[in-house]
């Protein structure tokens, strides 16, 4: 109901997507990627937490689906997009942590 009443609030969305991913499952892991991915588009890519949430599902989707859906190749481009957005961020932001970031990322590689 939130999001429907302010819709152009990130927020609301980024926490919906928070709650899709934690219950898990196939469905709710691709609605929660679009959240993440509206919360990306609302603050003009600027919300780190988002661009890690796209990360985390795209990894979760091929780990469940194991190779067998067509989205691979669309999960695969969406999380190296978002992997260097948030490379870029740290870089600005944070540089003494990219090793840590870029440690966790390689962790979250796609299967295919």
Not at 57 to 65: E, G, M
């Amino acid at each position: 109901e939130v999001i429907l009443a302010q819709p152009t609030v990130p927020l609301y969305h980024l926490a919906y997507a928070d709650v899709l991913y934690t219950l898990g499952g196939l469905e709710n892991l691709q609605t929660a990627k679009k959240y993440y991915a509206s919360t990306i588009d609302l603050t003009g890519g600027k919300n780190t937490r988002a661009l890690f949430g796209v990360c985390l599902c795209t990894s979760a989707i091929a780990q469940l689906t194991k190779g067998k859906n067509k989205e691979d190749k669309e999960g695969s481009q969406l999380h190296s997009l978002a992997a260097k957005a948030l490379e870029k961020d740290y870089k600005q932001r944070a540089p003494d942590k990219l090793p840590q970031l870029t440690t966790a990322l390689k962790s979250l590689t796609l299967s295919s």
